[in-house]
């Protein structure tokens, strides 16, 4: 006697006799074909044989893959009313924009460039808290072999707090936690980077030592704690970790900058200047325009001067010490009558003032600072503050895109 096949809602999973059209208990048209119409009128036995649990759980996958589309098809109303919405929204902020620049309340130049600066600045926080994840595991990976529970909290904490903003609180917590493993390179490439950025080249070169100890072959490295032993006044030390790091790392800004001040501070111009090109080179930014101005106003080379400063103004109009050492060539070029259209660009000092008594004319060894007498202490980072941070920040990301390194 052959056996009842039932075939299953893929609704309400109600079982069926072959050759239902509609489910007996729902009504839901049944959609799996269990055998053709035409076996419906054939005597004897079934041409094709069924399987009673194949045919529940493929009814089942359908009535699931049923409801998912509907929800997918939910979702897809939804994402395009929020579209919709968002559409209004930003209409209607630019119809109040308009209202506001047509009544001289609003600068939309000046809003635009805010509103860049702020998406940039939480893209870059992204990325920083992304970054501090994958070095807090790297420091976990290898806790002390005493301790390990209080190491990691003081870790876990010292994170959080940079996560707060209270720096200080979460350098602080790090430090004692660095003092548990010395040996932890995650931990103090980490500590001596912060303190790099921040402009504390002493304290960082502490532990840039400690990382350079257990990596020697680093390139990133030897090239941070380059920069941090000419900032101190140890040339040969800084000489031989900047060279060894871009012969195997390649060129960067920061490298060849500091390897043309080491050569600045023994004399060797010529060098100082291919240094300084090659900076240039890797990267034309306004800083390295300037400084390479810089050099070439102290060599007498006043109108390749004139042509870097002009470039460094183009890249950056409110590059102010461009503006006061292009017055400076100017001047002693003689063009009295470019001298004050310059300081005027810039808005630094009145017309009417000579610039042998302005701020410009006395200081003028702060804004052409290639001195070498005056390069025994802070050797890189003493002389300008923004051409130090463009240099620091230009180290920090040295290396970081091809990870190159000899480990």
């Given at each position: 006697?052959?056996?009842a096949?039932s075939?299953?809602?893929?609704?309400?999973l109600?079982p069926?006799?072959l050759?239902?059209?509609?489910?007996?208990r729902?009504g839901t048209?049944l959609?799996?074909v269990?055998?053709p119409?035409?076996a419906?009128f054939e005597v004897g036995e079934?041409?094709?044989?069924t399987d009673?649990?194949?045919l529940?759980?493929?009814?089942?996958?359908?009535?699931r893959?049923?409801r998912?589309?509907e929800?997918?098809e939910?979702s897809?109303?939804?994402?395009l009313?929020?579209?919709?919405?968002?559409?209004?929204?930003?209409s209607?902020?630019?119809t109040?924009?308009?209202?506001?620049?047509?009544?001289?309340?609003v600068?939309?130049?000046?809003l635009?460039?805010?509103?860049?600066?702020r998406c940039?600045?939480?893209?870059?926080?992204?990325?920083?808290?992304?970054?501090?994840?994958e070095?807090?595991l790297k420091i976990?990976?290898?806790?002390?072999k005493?301790?390990?529970?209080?190491f990691s909290d003081?870790v876990g904490e010292?994170f959080?707090a940079?996560?707060d903003?209270?720096t200080d609180v979460?350098i602080?917590k790090l430090?004692r936690a660095a003092?548990?493993?010395p040996?932890?390179?995650?931990?103090?490439?980490?500590?001596?980077?912060?303190?790099?950025r921040?402009g504390k080249?002493?304290?960082a070169?502490?532990?840039l030592?400690?990382?350079h100890a257990?990596t020697p072959?680093d390139v990133?490295?030897?090239?941070?704690l380059?920069?941090?032993c000419?900032?101190d006044?140890d040339?040969?030390?800084?000489?031989?970790?900047l060279?060894?790091?871009?012969e195997?790392?390649?060129?960067?800004f920061?490298g060849?900058y500091?390897l043309?001040?080491?050569?600045?501070?023994?004399n060797k111009?010529r060098k100082a200047?291919t240094?300084?090109k090659?900076a240039?080179?890797a990267n034309?930014?306004p800083e390295a325009h300037f400084?390479?101005?810089?050099l070439?106003?102290?060599?007498?080379r006043y109108?390749l001067?004139?042509?870097?400063?002009?470039?460094?103004?183009?890249?950056?109009?409110?590059?102010?010490?461009?503006?006061?050492?292009?017055?400076l060539?100017y001047?002693?070029?003689?063009k009295?009558?470019?001298?004050?259209e310059t300081?005027?660009?810039?808005?630094a000092?009145?017309?009417t003032?000579k610039?042998s008594?302005?701020?410009i004319?006395?200081?003028?060894?702060s804004?052409?600072?290639?001195e070498t007498?005056s390069?025994?202490i802070?050797?890189i980072?003493g002389?300008d503050?923004?051409?130090?941070?463009a240099?620091?920040e230009?180290?920090?990301?040295a290396?970081?895109?091809t990870?190159?390194?000899?480990?």
């Amino acid at each position: 006697m052959p056996v009842a096949i039932s075939h299953y809602c893929q609704k309400c999973l109600a079982p069926n006799a072959l050759g239902q059209d509609f489910c007996i208990r729902c009504g839901t048209r049944l959609m799996i074909v269990v055998e053709p119409s035409s076996a419906r009128f054939e005597v004897g036995e079934q041409a094709i044989p069924t399987d009673e649990h194949l045919l529940e759980r493929i009814s089942f996958v359908e009535n699931r893959l049923s409801r998912l589309t509907e929800r997918l098809e939910r979702s897809l109303d939804l994402l395009l009313r929020q579209a919709q919405n968002s559409y209004f929204d930003r209409s209607l902020v630019k119809t109040l924009i308009g209202l506001l620049t047509d009544d001289g309340l609003v600068e939309t130049t000046k809003l635009e460039q805010l509103w860049n600066d702020r998406c940039e600045m939480e893209a870059l926080e992204q990325k920083e808290t992304s970054k501090r994840d994958e070095v807090r595991l790297k420091i976990l990976a290898t806790p002390p072999k005493t301790d390990s529970k209080a190491f990691s909290d003081l870790v876990g904490e010292g994170f959080l707090a940079f996560a707060d903003k209270q720096t200080d609180v979460g350098i602080d917590k790090l430090q004692r936690a660095a003092e548990m493993t010395p040996s932890n390179s995650a931990l103090n490439l980490f500590i001596g980077e912060h303190y790099f950025r921040n402009g504390k080249t002493r304290i960082a070169r502490t532990y840039l030592t400690k990382v350079h100890a257990t990596t020697p072959d680093d390139v990133r490295v030897s090239l941070l704690l380059g920069l941090t032993c000419a900032d101190d006044g140890d040339a040969e030390t800084a000489k031989q970790l900047l060279s060894n790091a871009i012969e195997k790392g390649g060129s960067c800004f920061a490298g060849h900058y500091g390897l043309g001040w080491l050569s600045l501070v023994e004399n060797k111009r010529r060098k100082a200047l291919t240094h300084f090109k090659r900076a240039l080179e890797a990267n034309p930014s306004p800083e390295a325009h300037f400084a390479l101005a810089s050099l070439y106003n102290e060599l007498g080379r006043y109108e390749l001067a004139t042509q870097h400063l002009n470039q460094a103004i183009e890249l950056d109009g409110k590059y102010q010490q461009a503006y006061y050492l292009l017055a400076l060539v100017y001047q002693r070029v003689g063009k009295d009558e470019l001298v004050e259209e310059t300081l005027s660009r810039c808005g630094a000092v009145s017309r009417t003032r000579k610039l042998s008594s302005s701020p410009i004319g006395r200081t003028n060894k702060s804004v052409s600072s290639f001195e070498t007498k005056s390069l025994t202490i802070g050797l890189i980072t003493g002389a300008d503050g923004r051409l130090a941070s463009a240099l620091r920040e230009d180290a920090l990301r040295a290396f970081l895109q091809t990870g190159q390194n000899s480990r």
